[in-house]
């Protein structure tokens, strides 16, 4: 097997060719003037069975380009078997149509995939895993949820209390539970459809009272969704509310959305790239007033070593 670091991965990728002690492939990429992405291989792939590390996070659109003629390319440089490693698929939550006459993105994507003849996928805590169930090629999402709660576990927060922000995370704080031992408990959430307002309502008194308590999502995107669960944990008596998830998109706004809802600290994966938030004087000032926590950035815990354990299992290497 030969690791491909793709633009979006090229640190994931790296990471995994030194936990499996593969060769990692570079790629050499730029953006033209005009958007679209140049890409070259940095040698031929002859017989090899290859995993192109890339993921899709934001710019989407220009990722999965590069995944795509990441693809073809590496057949036409001698590939025999080309799979992907695609920490976080983009398009994935729109898995059904909603509201009549929407594209079914997550349908599209897949099949795009298996049309420049990908072979096999591995992805992360996929929102709805269904999507994968008639894919052309073998596919499998995987969990990061371990690697959150060996990092809460380090961090000593045994016995803090589990939320998931709505039903459908619930596997992740009931998980949770079994490692922190502090129980586990859920909100219910409404989204408009339209709108896309959030509105997320106590679902009883959760036990938080002078405790510790960790949200648990898959994704955090506008921040809106634990900001509200972490409002609610704050008004029930809660001493610290921590935010956890796999896919910290984090898009525009959302860190600030969360440390004013309360929550100390936000961790994430290395499934998506983050980039670290710029120390404008508004933020500077909010730090020494002490409305944001000193230390702004958000944690980073890796998915590399399961990654690999999944290519093992295959047996990739
Ligand atoms: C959807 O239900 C997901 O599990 C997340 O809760 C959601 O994508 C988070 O989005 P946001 O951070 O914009 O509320």
């Not at 099949?111 to 805590?125: A, C, M, P, S, Y």
């Not at 949770?176 to 339209?194: H, M, T």
């Amino acid at each position: 097997m030969l690791v491909v670091g793709g633009p979006a991965s090229k640190a994931l990728a790296e990471e995994v060719g030194r936990v499996t002690g593969v060769d990692v492939a570079q790629v050499d990429w730029k953006l033209f003037p005009d958007g679209e992405s140049y890409l070259r291989l940095d040698r031929r792939l002859e017989g090899e069975t290859v995993v192109i590390v890339q993921s899709t996070h934001p710019p989407q659109d220009t990722h999965l380009l590069q995944l795509l003629l990441l693809t073809q390319t590496a057949y036409k440089l001698g590939a025999g078997e080309v799979m992907a490693a695609v920490p976080y698929l983009a398009y994935s939550r729109q898995d059904k149509m909603f509201r009549e006459y929407e594209a079914v993105s997550a349908e599209a994507i897949l099949k795009l995939l298996g049309l420049v003849g990908l072979k096999g996928l591995w992805t992360f805590d996929l929102h709805e895993p269904d999507i994968l169930r008639d894919t052309e090629f073998e596919a499998k999402n995987l969990s990061a949820g371990s690697a959150l709660y060996q990092y809460f576990k380090e961090k000593d927060l045994i016995g803090a209390f589990a939320v998931a922000p709505d039903k459908k995370a619930l596997r992740m704080s009931e998980e949770a539970a079994k490692v922190l031992g502090g129980g586990y408990g859920y909100f219910i959430k409404a989204r408009d459809r339209q709108t896309g307002e959030i509105q997320v309502v106590g679902k009883s008194q959760m036990d938080v009272k002078g405790r510790d308590a960790i949200i648990f999502d898959d994704i955090i995107s506008t921040g809106g969704t634990i900001a509200a669960a972490a409002k609610i944990l704050k008004d029930q008596g809660a001493k610290h509310v921590y935010a956890a998830c796999v896919h910290p998109l984090l898009v525009k706004g959302a860190i600030e959305r969360l440390f004013e809802s309360g929550v100390k600290e936000i961790v994430g994966t290395n499934t998506v790239r983050y980039k670290k938030q710029r120390r404008t004087k508004r933020l500077r000032d909010r730090i020494n007033a002490g409305t944001y926590p000193p230390e702004t950035t958000i944690i980073q815990v890796s998915v590399a070593q399961i990654l690999a354990k999944a290519l093992e299992k295959r047996g990739l290497w």
